[in-house]
DNA sequence: CTGAAAGCGCTTACAG
DNA sequence: CTGAAAGCGCTTACAG
């Protein structure tokens, strides 16, 4: 491998100039510049990465900590924040939890040891604990991590959608499974669906809504469904919102099972988008998690935003991005919208 | 951040000294091993890697180059060898593709600025392209790169038990839904597949076996079923095997379609063992990828086999992963298994 | 068994 | 505008 030095003794210059003209200084002669770039290509020159992170302290890398890579939406995440990051000439190195605290421990730890530019940690579900100050700049992505900033979708928002839509179809009597409760984005898709339902009221006093607590998935979402349907016409809910798409998913494979035909006798809608969610019949309506905004506001978090909008980020430095409604084939208008709305005011 | 000179002056020592039992040298006495422990702990000393790679000119990194860490295969494989890598106190820096030849060869080049200590690469499906020698070692994972050792599931071997196990079920009128015969992959499963049939026809001459080109996805496995299902019953095949799941969950679509059920009236099986495939009506059997073993194979080629078994190895180079057969709902006996075969012999 | 010293390849004030 | 020199933190022959 050449070196600087190569590069020098072939041009005919100091190992400075060939480093300045290598960090594109503009003080330096054209002539002299040219000579470096002539003798770069002829030796093929590539700068040592390592000489220049031990000399400068810092690496063109970006350490990122997810529980499983596994699990679609990280791997959604990984995969627009590579691309992110590659294009502002940074790697990123990847570690598993397995969602487990100790090891989330050891990853960042082995992680700070290369003095990347910075960490984006998806923490585990468990809360993380404390683990000595971290110089680096930290973010956390889609859960907490002990108290960095948060970049997450705005579940709250997103929930409020799929009640509108429902509402805006014309149900009157929904059902919401939540999530776990002690889990964040359990309690703020619930809160926003709520919330939601309870501006609508206002203007719709026949308006019903019962919350029932799911796991984040299949299973709790099929036994619950199948006790609301077993109810007689007139108490069954018009409509079925889920907290995440996997319930959903168990919502209507209970209606199938129960003879129930979505969305003519039940309207079902989910949350994430994951890719069943466009492969299941009926296919679900749902929110689909702004993956691409999630990623690029993590990367200039790290890297600092080139023209970016630092407005987007509230006094706690958290950052919320707006999901967007999918509407599929699992929702259907009940009634024909008010006259008064005009044509395609069911659309969304 | 301390370093072995602040490390050597709290325990009264040389740095040589310090790095000596950082290195876990023998020849450092006792006593003085443990002043130099008690300094790491008390200072918190965590070696700078930078310095470490620049003077050993290595660093604990493997460098893993996939497609787009999106596709589910590719995300199991990254997280296995990351735990892997892991273990032996190595980081992984991922890099996609997005399965286009220059984004892939600059990939190679970034990661190879970084100085690993090899690189896994999953190449992307066109063929790619030479670009210049590489000096750490390279192992391709899945598809070949250029003309690096390969390492991947055994494709053939795999196919050749879902034939063995139909032919086992008692199916003598099989259709066969091979993948693209330009991919390597498509190759080797049709030709498993083919000779496992050719095999056992010599002791069943009544075996007839069809075969039909599809793409690897959903849809061309859809189509492809109708017009197999269409036949008169004396005709239509009774069993199809499919070179992946995404073309056998088509077919299961194409027979309920066609008020055909399976298995009773036609067994499907697929290939890979997709999660889709464990959530299908009736659930997919097929034949699971040796993740974990492929896995392990790669990161033992970069980092060396630590008593591993080099035998396993051809003389190119590449290895070859079993998969197993996945037996699951679609696929079940069409007649009593030979008497003579005793008792439980329809299992797997 | 331990220490002193060189040197990995680069960048960066500092002279000139 | 360019060059000479120091130094980032570590490892490794080499003396002793």
Request: proline letters at 5%.
């Amino acid at each position: 491998m050449a070196t600087v030095k190569d590069v020098a003794a072939h041009a005919g210059v100091s190992v400075g100039t060939v480093s300045k003209v290598l960090s594109g200084d503009a003080t330096v002669k054209d002539a002299l510049r040219a000579k470096v770039m002539a003798a770069v290509a002829a030796l093929e020159y590539r700068p040592n990465m390592a000489a220049r992170a031990l000399r400068t302290n810092k690496i063109n890398v970006i350490g990122l900590v997810v529980p499983d890579i596994t699990n679609p939406f990280f791997a959604q995440l990984a995969f627009r924040i590579e691309t992110e990051a590659a294009e502002r000439g940074h790697m990123v190195m990847l570690a598993n939890t397995h969602d487990d605290l100790a090891t989330e421990a050891r990853q960042i730890a082995a992680l700070l040891r290369q003095a990347p530019r910075g960490l984006i940690i998806v923490a585990t579900s468990d809360s993380s604990a404390a683990a000595g100050p971290i110089e680096v700049p930290v973010v956390s992505l889609d859960r907490r991590f002990q108290d960095s900033a948060l970049i997450s979708t705005d579940h709250a928002a997103g929930s409020a959608l799929v009640a509108a839509h429902l509402v805006g179809l014309g149900h009157r009597r929904i059902a919401y499974l939540c999530g776990p409760q002690q889990t964040e984005v359990g309690r703020q898709r619930l809160n926003g669906f709520r919330d939601e339902i309870a501006r609508r009221a206002a203007t719709h006093p026949d308006l019903v809504i019962s919350v029932h607590e799911a796991q984040f998935d299949y299973e709790s979402g099929e036994q619950i469904a199948r006790r609301l349907f077993a109810q007689e016409d007139d108490l069954r809910p018009t409509a079925v919102a889920a907290a995440s798409d996997q319930i959903a998913l168990g919502v209507l494979r209970a209606a199938r099972d129960m003879a129930l035909e979505v969305p003519r006798d039940v309207a079902v809608a989910g949350f994430d988008d994951i890719t069943l969610a466009a492969l299941s019949v009926p296919r679900l309506t749902t929110v689909s998690q702004p993956v691409q905004a999630l990623a690029k506001a993590a990367v200039d978090r790290i890297l600092g935003a080139a023209g970016a909008s630092p407005a987007a980020a509230g006094a706690s430095g958290d950052i919320f991005v707006e999901g967007a409604l999918v509407v599929r084939g699992s929702t259907q208008a009940r009634v024909p919208p008010p006259s008064g709305s005009g044509i395609g005011s069911g659309r969304v």
